[in-house]
């Protein structure tokens, strides 16, 4: 099966901290995105990536950078967190079209206060 | 541009009770289509998808979904609800026609009553 790995389940950070969150799958994929999730908002695509050092802004890029140095790495950068960006953070990876949609992460819940 | 449509944010049955859980969407193309399901403090996790075979569609814990291509639907069911299928159940499509992003409906929360 494959795995993608979130490194933390819950994080608290200050405001103004640079944060990190990384992502780690096993399978070999070339397709990597970034989700956020809030209540009643649903999922809201953040960044994607097709491959290495390449990277594509989402529904709402702003606030939030990404790096993607190796296929299997996918880390989303909050440059200067902010009470607004509380939020569930989910990673998935996605292999080819049409087999299984993506696979998730188990999410980082990020608290900034 | 592709949409998915969720019928309903919350929905409350019985245990015992008959789960349907409504989900409408928009392509241009034939699609591909998945539910997901999500419990508490955790990542979606595949539930069934649909990519052209069969219309009916088995996916994991009892549930099921049917293809409509008439009604552009793709409603998932279960014959009776457990207590452990309380969680967010989401809705997604793919189409073959774009970079195979999936688009997300915005969940429904599914409570089972004992």
């Known amino acids: 099966d494959v795995k993608v790995t979130q490194s933390s389940r819950y994080l608290v950070k200050r405001t103004g901290e640079k944060v990190f969150l990384e992502c780690v799958q096993d399978m070999d994929h070339e397709n990597m995105f970034w989700y956020r999730q809030d209540p009643g908002l649903g999922l809201r695509l953040i960044y994607f990536?097709?491959?290495?050092?390449?990277?594509e802004k989402g529904d709402i890029p702003e606030g939030y950078s990404v790096s993607r140095e190796k296929k299997e790495r996918f880390s989303l950068i909050l440059e200067s967190a902010s009470t607004n960006q509380t939020s569930m953070y989910l990673c998935?990876?996605?292999?080819?079209?049409?087999?299984?949609?993506?696979?998730f992460g188990s999410g980082t819940r990020l608290t900034v206060v | 541009a592709q949409s998915v449509t969720q019928l309903g944010s919350h929905v409350s049955v019985s245990e015992g009770a008959l789960v349907l859980l409504r989900c409408n969407y928009s392509s241009s193309v034939p699609p591909y289509l998945f539910w997901y399901v999500q419990y508490p403090n955790q990542g979606l996790q595949l539930l069934l998808k649909?990519?052209?075979?069969?219309?009916l569609v088995k996916g994991i814990n009892g549930f099921e979904a049917e293809f409509k291509k008439s009604e552009t639907s793709f409603h998932l069911t279960k014959p009776s609800a457990h207590m452990s299928d309380a969680a967010e159940y989401f809705c997604a499509v793919e189409s073959r026609g774009s970079q195979g992003n999936l688009i997300f409906g915005k969940g429904t929360k599914l409570s089972v009553k004992p």
């Open positions: 990536s097709y491959d290495v050092k390449m990277k």
């Open positions: 649909y990519t052209s075979a069969a219309t």
């Open positions: 998935a990876s996605r292999g080819p079209l049409g087999v299984n949609g993506y696979t």
